[in-house]
């Protein structure tokens, strides 16, 4: 059973949720502990303490350990009364766990990042004093990294939730909403919905016991809608879901959410039929106890990507912590949502289907997850996750010059060969091939460079290539995602930062590229000699979706001795690339360096830019 979270309420007929967080032991999982444990004999055990929530590494007796682990717990509680349920909640276990109560098999979990819960009402009717034993197995992560809580409802508990903005203007917005209600008896109860504390919505549904699956919509009139960050502010709404029994809430389910509607065209994110240009990295599932980390530190790498004048990080190949998304949501970054793999040999599109249904439910509701991606999936699994989630695309791969598989590398080596003849310059790659410009990925960076780690961690050639994508955009770049944030990452091979999150030379040209406002030239070659023509074109690229009146670029021409300057003024259109002026002039004939220095003054958004050609006899 997935559990969403819920809330006590003066009027519940539940008590605020029990937290079960001391008095761990643990000890490793084998036939006999197994036994044992199980049979009562557990005092015949050598148990450790642990903590919990946390990874098992984390603890020194189980620092080296291969294989499964028993977790073992006891705790009190009243006994329930006729009209409660008692339900053991967990919000989180890498990677999967069998759990007991008493003795008792209650079930199993294999989603490190879905909570489930299981109904315990008829044992906890049974004594005050329990006993919880959870054998987990998994990776290297592998532990109880998110609390375990005894939840008290009434006869209707809520199983599952999912809440989607589909559209969203400034005059009203549409919210589609989902639960599974788990009924211990027939009844009648109201479902209310209330946003931001005012009851838009009162349902009765007829339930039987069991799983009741029930649907409906919700309107919002003059919205507070949620823009990225540069397009706009980020008010949040508090959507809370109201089970009622007689007048009396039996279970409640809260969350906050974003009003916005997001859509793509042509790899061109738009959100409330705003388009934006997309600044992204990758992000990789971090090296640590995702149980003890505090949320600021796990959610920093946001606010990094964010102070970088980035817009968007990329979740490879995982489903973060949720001080992620909640950081997200608060700083307007975007989120592109990679799937996580998930093998499904026998029992296939039954497991498919809880999968993807799932993983909406879960993170349905963030505003600031714009996109869901995979690379494995078939055709019926990305149909279903259609189905489940319309209110979002699905990018079924990650690379726009190149719609296939690239572990198919006799596919890539030919393109590669071929950028490789026009010197693996990206702006000359992009006049030859345009699509490469669409949307650059990690599985795409390197087909434009030798060294794919130089192009990262080198601060000038990887400002060069964020500024050859910019000048072209939406003709046809619709943005990139850049392959390295962290050193960390396994992915990028190197990153902007190092490990201890310290900015390497590469994070501030990053930063430059990366501002709302910049100015570039064409690049000048490398060396020059006395006479020879220098021709290049200057543009201004602005992010800004207002315009920008009486701005001023300068382009000035040093060399030893002498200078030349150019200065022109005027407006600068918003969301574009303008054309500001041509310079063409000779060579002096003082050897040394030639210095193309560019200024834009846009009043608050003032930037520089540097070129640098050397001149030879």
């Not at 507070?224 to 009622?244: C, H, K, M």
């Not at 039954?350 to 690379?375: E, M």
Request: include cysteine.
């Amino acid at each position: 059973m997935v559990y969403s979270p819920r809330q006590s309420s003066p009027n519940s007929i539940g008590d605020a949720p029990q937290h079960l967080v001391e008095q761990w032991i643990a000890t490793p999982a084998t036939d006999d502990s197994r036994r044992l444990a199980l049979s009562g004999n557990r005092d015949l055990l050598n148990w450790n303490d642990v903590e919990v929530p946390g990874e098992w590494r984390s603890n020194e007796a189980f620092a080296d350990h291969a294989g499964g682990v028993l977790y073992r717990t006891t705790y009190e509680h009243e006994i329930p009364t006729s009209d409660q349920r008692l339900w053991i909640t967990c919000n989180g276990i890498f990677d999967q766990a069998d759990i007991w109560l008493d003795g008792a098999y209650i079930g199993d979990q294999d989603d490190y990042f879905l909570r489930h819960t299981y109904d315990i009402t008829a044992l906890s009717r049974l004594d005050t004093t329990h006993s919880l034993i959870l054998e987990v197995n998994g990776s290297h992560h592998a532990g109880i990294w998110q609390p375990i809580e005894i939840v008290t409802t009434g006869h209707v508990g809520i199983e599952s939730t999912r809440i989607l903005c589909r559209d969203a203007t400034e005059a009203q917005a549409h919210l589609r909403l989902q639960a599974i209600l788990d009924a211990s008896i027939s009844c009648t109860p109201t479902v209310r919905t209330s946003v931001n504390d005012i009851v838009l919505s009162q349902k009765v549904h007829s339930l039987s016991p069991g799983s009741n699956e029930i649907m409906w919509t919700v309107d919002i009139d003059q919205p507070a809608l949620w823009f990225p960050w540069g397009l706009g502010d980020q008010p949040l709404s508090t959507v809370q879901i109201d089970v009622l029994i007689d007048g009396v809430i039996s279970d409640s389910y809260r969350v906050v959410t974003g009003l916005r509607e997001v859509s793509m065209a042509d790899w061109v994110l738009h959100v409330n039929g705003e388009r934006m240009y997309t600044k992204g990295v990758y992000l990789e599932m971090p090296d640590c106890d995702m149980g003890i980390i505090s949320d600021q530190d796990v959610a920093h790498p946001i606010v990094l990507a964010h102070e970088l004048g980035l817009n968007l990080v990329r979740l490879h190949d995982h489903v973060a912590h949720p001080a992620i998304y909640e950081t997200a949501d608060a700083l307007g970054m975007m989120i592109w949502q990679d799937v996580p793999h998930r093998p499904t040999p026998k029992r296939g599109r039954r497991v498919a289907s809880r999968w993807t249904d799932s993983l909406v439910a879960t993170l349905g509701h963030h505003p600031s997850v714009a996109l869901w991606h995979h690379k494995t999936f078939d055709k019926w699994t990305q149909s279903h996750l259609h189905k489940v989630d319309e209110t979002r695309p699905i990018v079924a791969h990650a690379s726009s010059a190149i719609p296939l598989k690239l572990s198919n590398h006799d596919l890539v080596k030919p393109i590669k060969q071929f950028l490789s003849g026009i010197g693996h310059d990206l702006s000359t790659s992009i006049a030859v091939v345009p699509n490469i410009a669409r949307f650059p990925t990690h599985e795409q960076w390197h087909l434009v460079q030798d060294n794919p780690r130089a192009a990262v961690t080198d601060p000038i050639s990887l400002r060069r290539d964020i500024e050859a994508l910019r000048r072209v955009k939406y003709r046809p770049a619709a943005g990139f995602c850049f392959p390295g944030l962290l050193d960390s990452s396994t992915l990028s091979d190197g990153g902007v930062l190092d490990s201890s999150a310290s900015p390497k030379p590469s994070y501030f040209a990053l930063q430059d590229a990366c501002r709302a406002v910049i100015v570039v030239a064409d690049q000048p070659p490398a060396t020059l000699t006395p006479g020879d023509s220098i021709n290049f074109k200057v543009h201004v690229v602005s992010d800004l979706h207002y315009e920008i009146t009486g701005a001023r670029v300068i382009a000035t021409l040093s060399w030893s001795g002498g200078q030349e300057q150019h200065e022109w003024t005027g407006d600068i259109a918003p969301d574009s690339c303008v054309f500001i002026g041509h310079v063409e002039t000779k060579t002096p004939t003082t050897l040394g360096p030639l210095v193309v220095s560019l200024l834009v003054e846009a009043h608050e958004h003032t930037s520089s830019n540097r070129y640098v050609a050397t001149i030879v006899a």
